[in-house]
């Protein structure tokens, strides 16, 4: 069963047998268009795919540039395009208000946009008792903080992460042993010997972007839908036409 609720004892239980995968797994922007009905910018879009794609991206770009806001419709996608209990998101940030008050509050908004099943609290997501995503802020880690995350699927977010300390990082890069994990660690590295920083050497293994270095910042909405959709249509388009051919 994905995130989006039905009551219908029948759709639940097919699904629970054989989940149909999600027409978003490949095109978290489109989700963000089609099920949030808003509108990624440019740069957005390119570090959602880029997020969907690789295991480690570092994004560096200034403030204003929608990096919350494009680290909450991750999330919400990533929980909405998995059946519950094989996804978790942990989102982390350098203090306890950007956790709650920005990052958390996007979530918020993406999800009752979206009409996302499940319970969202300040800093956790539940579907009953089985917690899908948290927020956690540095002054909460423990050497335990993410015992007991299992999932199969993994997203991790480092929100303005050059104030993010060390033991998080090293927190958050030992969950990453998932075949299927992700982090995406995004913000301004203005301390040269942050971690955040690290990520930009050439040799970091880390796939890195910047919105200095990306195309227009934004795209006009009606842009964004008609190319996606254009993509997923050619898309179509080629196999059915190879399922012809063969
Ligand atoms: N694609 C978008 N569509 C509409 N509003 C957006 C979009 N991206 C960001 N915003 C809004 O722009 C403002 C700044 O975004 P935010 O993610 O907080 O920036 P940053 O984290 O880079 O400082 C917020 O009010 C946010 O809701
Ligand atoms: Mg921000």
Same mark, same amino acid.
């Given at each position: 069963?994905?995130?989006? +609720?039905?009551?219908?004892?029948?759709?639940?239980?097919?699904?629970?047998?054989?989940?149909?995968?999600?027409?978003?797994?490949?095109?978290?922007?489109?989700?963000?268009?089609?099920?949030?009905?808003?509108?990624?910018?440019?740069?957005? !879009?390119?570090?959602?795919?880029?997020?969907?794609?690789?295991?480690?991206?570092?994004?560096?770009?200034?403030? &204003?540039? #929608?990096?919350?806001?494009?680290?909450?419709?991750?999330?919400?996608?990533?929980?909405?395009? =998995? /059946?519950?209990? +094989?996804?978790?998101?942990? %989102?982390?940030?350098? *203090? &306890?208000?950007?956790? $709650?008050?920005?990052?958390?509050?996007?979530?918020?908004?993406? =999800?009752? @946009?979206?009409?996302?099943?499940?319970?969202?609290?300040?800093?956790?997501? $539940?579907?009953?008792?089985?917690?899908? !995503?948290? #927020?956690? $802020?540095?002054?909460?880690?423990?050497? %335990?903080?993410?015992? &007991?995350?299992?999932?199969? =699927?993994?997203?991790?977010?480092?929100?303005?992460?050059?104030?993010?300390?060390?033991?998080?990082?090293?927190?958050?890069?030992?969950?990453? %042993?998932? !075949?299927?994990? =992700?982090?995406?660690?995004?913000?301004?590295?203005?301390?040269?010997?942050?971690?955040?920083?690290?990520?930009?050497?050439?040799?970091? #293994?880390?796939? @890195?972007?910047?919105?200095?270095?990306?195309? /227009?910042?934004?795209?006009?909405?009606?842009?964004?839908?008609?190319?996606?959709?254009?993509? %997923?249509? *050619?898309? #179509?388009?080629? *196999?059915?036409? !190879?399922?012809?051919?063969?």
């Amino acid at each position: 069963m994905f995130a989006t +609720s039905t009551t219908d004892p029948w759709l639940i239980a097919a699904e629970a047998l054989a989940p149909t995968p999600s027409p978003y797994i490949d095109d978290p922007a489109l989700w963000v268009v089609e099920r949030v009905r808003e509108h990624p910018w440019s740069i957005q !879009a390119e570090v959602m795919e880029a997020v969907r794609r690789e295991r480690y991206v570092a994004v560096k770009s200034c403030h &204003g540039v #929608g990096k919350s806001w494009l680290a909450s419709r991750l999330v919400c996608w990533w929980i909405d395009i =998995h /059946p519950v209990g +094989s996804a978790f998101a942990v %989102t982390t940030a350098p *203090s &306890g208000d950007q956790v $709650k008050v920005i990052l958390w509050r996007e979530i918020g908004v993406a =999800h009752e @946009r979206a009409g996302l099943g499940g319970k969202l609290n300040e800093r956790d997501w $539940k579907f009953g008792r089985r917690t899908v !995503a948290i #927020g956690r $802020k540095p002054n909460d880690y423990s050497p %335990t903080i993410f015992q &007991g995350i299992h999932e199969q =699927h993994l997203l991790i977010i480092l929100d303005e992460a050059c104030g993010i300390p060390q033991s998080l990082w090293d927190a958050a890069r030992s969950l990453m %042993t998932n !075949a299927d994990a =992700h982090m995406l660690a995004i913000g301004n590295p203005d301390d040269p010997g942050s971690e955040f920083a690290r990520c930009f050497r050439p040799d970091s #293994g880390w796939l @890195r972007l910047s919105s200095e270095t990306s195309g /227009p910042l934004r795209y006009l909405p009606q842009e964004v839908t008609r190319s996606r959709r254009l993509r %997923t249509s *050619s898309r #179509g388009a080629r *196999s059915s036409e !190879a399922a012809r051919r063969s």
